[in-house]
C-alpha cells in the first residue's frame, strides 16, 4: 500500500523502515521540491548515509518554522547526487518522490521540542513517523493531548567546534574503543572527530601506531575501513610492522591517526626498536619521529589529513616542548590545519598528592596535550591559498556613552 492511500485513510505507517527531517530555507524550499532532492552539509552527512530507498522523510523550513511532508525516499542516501544545484554547497542528498498532497503543520519547533531528540542528526523509528504523520493530517489537534513517542537516543558524541577538547573519560557508546587499560591509550572521542570530520564511509583510516586499537574500533562501528600496525601488537587484527617502513603504497590511505610516544617516560612493550626508549630530550627522539612521518606523507593521499596526538614533557625540573618539537618537524611535509588542545584527565598524577607537589615545588602538572590536524599538500590547494585574498570584517567599537 502506497504511503499517500495511509495517510488519506488515516491508517498506520508501521513497516517503514526509518525516518529522517531535513531542513531548508523559503528560498530553497521550492529548489528541494523541483529537484526532488533533499540535500545537507557534511556536519549531517551520517546522517544522510543511513537513509534507504524507502525511508519516509519530512522537510523542515527553518525561516516560517513549518514542516511539511512526507515523502519517499526515492534512492539510498549519498554524496553528489546532483553536483550542480545549491553551487555544491550540500552535497549529501537523497532524491526525493513526492506521494500525494504535501501537508504543513506550523510552529514546528514547538513540536519538535518536545519529542526531545536533535531532528538535525538523528534518525527515528516507525512510531516517531506515525506521530508525525497523524499530526500532519490534524495540524490543529492540541499537542498536550496527544502522548508523545519516546526516541531512542544516539549515544554518538557530537562533533566539536572549539580547538579546546574535554572528555570525561576515554571511550563512548556501548561498545568499548580500545583497552581503557591500555598505557596511553588514546580517548575515542578524538579519533571520532576526526574520522567524522575528514573521512566518508568506506574511506581508508591508518594507524601506524595502534596500540590497543581504539582507531580500529572507531573505524569499524563507523564505516571506515582501517589498517592497523604496530612495532608490538596487543590484538590480531593489529598487523605486526615498524611505522617508519610501512607495508603500503604510495598515497593509498584517505586519513591517518597517530597517537605517538611522548617519549621514555611509558613502557609501551619489550621491543627493542620502540622509538619510546628513547627520551625526549634527545634530538635522536625527534629524528626518529620524522621517519613515521616521511612515510606517512608517502601514503597518505594528497589533500587528506593527517591526526597526530602529543604532549610536552616537565621531568626533574626541566621542561621539554615536545609538542611544539613534533609541530617544526610535521611543517616540513604538510600543511598545518589547525592545533587542539585537548584536556588531559586519566593520567596517574592527577591526584591531590601530585597536586601538592605541583604547589610546593612550583612546577606544573601537564593538564593538555597538542593535536596537530596536518593535509598533504596537493597542487590545487597550494593554487588557491596563494591566490586567495581575506576580506576582514570590522566591528565598530560601542562609544562609552551608547553603554
Known amino acids: 500500500m502506497k504511503i499517500e492511500s495511509k495517510i488519506k485513510n488515516g491508517m498506520s505507517v508501521l513497516g517503514y523502515k526509518k525516518g529522517c527531517i531535513f531542513a531548508c530555507t523559503n528560498k530553497s524550499f521550492g529548489e528541494c521540491l523541483s529537484y526532488k532532492i533533499f540535500g545537507t552539509n557534511k556536519v549531517y552527512s551520517e546522517k544522510v548515509y543511513k537513509i534507504k530507498k524507502g525511508d519516509v522523510l519530512f522537510l523542515l523550513n527553518i525561516d516560517n518554522d513549518t514542516l511539511y511532508g512526507p515523502f519517499i525516499a526515492d534512492s539510498d542516501g549519498g554524496k553528489n547526487i546532483n553536483p ?3 553551487n555544491g554547497r550540500y552535497p549529501y542528498q537523497v532524491k526525493v518522490s513526492i506521494n ?3 501537508k504543513s503543520f506550523k510552529n514546528a519547533s514547538r513540536l519538535l521540542k518536545k519529542l526531545n531528540f536533535n531532528w538535525k542528526e538523528d534518525i527515528f523509528g516507525e512510531e516517531v513517523i506515525e506521530f508525525l504523520m497523524k499530526i500532519l493530517e490534524n495540524p490543529d489537534v492540541d499537542l498536550s493531548k496527544i502522548p508523545i513517542p519516546q526516541v531512542e537516543v544516539d549515544e554518538k558524541p557530537k562533533l566539536e567546534t572549539t580547538t579546546l577538547w574535554d572528555y570525561p573519560k576515554q571511550s ?20 571520532y572527530n576526526l574520522v567524522r570530520r575528514y573521512t566518508e564511509p568506506g574511506d581508508l583510516v591508518l594507524d601506524p601506531m595502534a596500540g590497543s586499537g581504539t582507531t580500529i574500533d572507531v573505524c569499524r562501528e563507523e564505516g571506515r575501513r582501517f589498517i592497523a600496525f604496530d612495532i608490538s601488537p596487543t590484538r590480531p587484527d593489529i598487523i605486526q610492522a615498524d611505522a617508519r617502513e610501512l607495508p603500503l603504497k604510495d598515497n593509498s590511505v584517505d586519513m591517518i591517526f597517530v597517537d605517538s610516544p611522548y617519549g621514555d617516560n611509558v613502557k609501551y ?8 626508549k628513547i627520551s625526549a630530550e634527545s634530538e635522536e627522539f625527534y629524528d626518529e619521529l620524522e621517519k613515521v612521518m616521511k612515510e606517512c606523507y608517502r601514503v597518505l593521499k594528497p589533500g587528506k589529513v593527517l591526526g597526530w596526538l602529543i604532549g610536552d614533557q616537565w621531568v626533574k625540573k ?12 610535521l611543517c616540513k611535509y604538510f600543511e598545518p590545519v589547525d592545533i587542539i588542545c585537548v584536556v588531559r584527565r586519566g593520567q596517574t598524577s592527577n591526584t591531590p598528592v601530585w597536586h601538592d607537589r605541583a604547589i610546593k615545588f612550583n612546577f606544573y602538572l601537564r593538564g593538555f596535550k597538542y593535536l596537530h590536524i596536518m593535509r598533504k599538500p596537493n597542487e590545487q590547494g597550494r593554487k588557491t591559498m ?8 570590522e566591528y565598530e567599537r560601542k562609544k562609552k556613552n551608547d553603554l
Do not use: L, M, S
Open 84 to 86: 550542480q544545484i545549491w
Open 269 to 276: 612493550n619489550d621491543h627493542p626498536k620502540d622509538i619510546g
Open 386 to 393: 596563494e591566490n586567495r585574498k581575506v576580506k576582514w570584517g
Open 172 to 191: 563512548y557508546g556501548k561498545t568499548p574503543k580500545g583497552d581503557n587499560k591500555y598505557p596511553g591509550v588514546t580517548p575515542a572521542f578524538i579519533i
Open 318 to 329: 626541566k621542561f621539554t616542548p615536545v609538542g611544539f618539537k613534533v609541530f617544526e618537524r
Open 100 to 102: 500525494g498532497e504535501i
